[in-house]
């Protein structure tokens, strides 16, 4: 298989040990695999005759690979027609956010409803919003606004009279659900937990965001435009099959997918027929053992501290310890039971460290009564806020393999650290260092609506340990820039049993590249993730189309008879 484009950069970057630099890159597009990746005569003589193309100053390197997202959902409550309102998204405060929806309501047609998401009790320092709050903002016109813990929705007045809830008064409350309720039984505006959201919202995200599949495309382009080639969803349901086909299916489409079934599926055992299993296959099940370390539910050995900002988002003390486990250690024992022997691999979200014993205990056990001690399972644990590097080293003497969120430590860190918790537990937050210092196969993640999926942030913070104020927290928690590429590229490669296919350029690999304008190596760390700039990316050995992608997916959306399920991605809204 001859080479058909012959690629030259200032440098390549190739993140495969035995062949770290290259000048260029020869790419079959037949298979859109690498046929040469060494000096311009090696790939030339790889592809006899074929004009090489120089990308002059451009540095390529493997595209970077999102182990944990959830792009369903991201797509529909960040990308427009809805709006991002988090923290770090430009609105730092409640008056940034009011703001927006002062315009907002001013500009949009009358009848128009609308979702924001991302308002954030901790960062913005923002009470829970009641119906009446938001119908000075929105007197008319159906709101809703999503709390970026994902626990809490708020709604106005309108959205209240569409429900016809008989005297504005909500129905009973759903299992392990509630609604407010003001003292008279009517709805406050406010919903707490999945199951309570999706009655109170539901209608009225349906007719804001009409076109789900776009909005997933949107998410997708997104990512790409970060320098993303390949992610997961961390919420697939069966009826998300049909989306997902045509997000990877089409002539442009950017990122290849991996899929993680929600154990609470009836169904999450079975198995997936994909068209191209390169661009799209189920790998494993996924869940949630415990909570959200913005709303006091992790399973964590320690309290936090009794702070005017922790009173002010209602979070319980604690320590949360094993109250705060969404299982208890048999139910656990019974889910592993079942989808070990089907050969999935476990994806567990854990963020307290009672939490991460447990599911380490659960694990070993599952993993010894299934013969797979010792094999290549690379079950996952993901997030690991509170965790310790004794735990890590446990996980890594199984097998178990490492997601940790960045994102945590960026935007929450100023927080975590001596507001939050007590310097020895909050300058620690996400210990990077400690897991490589294991010797883990580590990956990173923005964990899809929680964060902007933005790798070389990720980078720039794993190597300086500074949060977006640029205060330094845990400076011991430092790593190489090499660990941190490797965290974005062939750690997460690796955690996607997809090593022998993406996360490095090798003689066999697909051709899936991100365009850097300059060496992340001779960027000042501090601010790497601004001085380096991503140009575009490759899939497969084409260069991404952005635009195009989106209009062919809005084609088929177009003509689709069976669309996008908005009530099973709104089911997922716990990342
Ligand atoms: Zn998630
Ligand atoms: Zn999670």
Known sequence: MPATVILKASSIITMDPSNPRAEAIAIDESTGKIVAVGSVAECQAAGPGVALTDLGATVLMPGFIE????????????QPPSYWIAPYLGYPNLSDVQALWTKVNAELPPDQPVVFEGLDRLLQQAPLQTNSDLDKFFPTRRAVVLDNSGHVAYFNSAVIAFNKWAEGKPPADPPGARFGRNADGTSNGIAYETAAQLEAVMPTVKDAVPRPLESAARWLQYMSGFGITATSEMTYSTNLLKGYEALTTRPNSPVRMSLYHMAIDSDAGVQVVSPDPSMLRKQGVKL????SPWVGSIASSFPYLDTPAVQAAEIPLGPGGTNMMNYTRVELDSLLAKFAPLGWQMAFHVNGDVGLDIVLDAYEEALTNNNLMGTDHRWRVEHCGGCRGDQFQRAVAMGVTISLGPFQFIYWGDLLDGTMFPPEIGSQWMRWGDAVRAGAHLSFHNDGPVSPPIPLLNIQTAITRATDSGQVHGANQIISLEDALKA???GAAYMLHRENEIGSLAVGLYADLVELSMDPYLAEPTTLATEVKVQATWLSGRKVDLDSFLTQIQEVEAAATH????????????C
């Open 288 to 291: 949630w053992a415990d909570g």
């Open 67 to 78: 182990a944990h997202s959830h792009p369903m959902l991201g797509g529909m409550i960040t």
């Open 488 to 490: 974005e590229t062939t």
């Open 563 to 574: 669309p996008v399920d908005h009530h099973t991605v709104m089911s997922s809204h716990t």
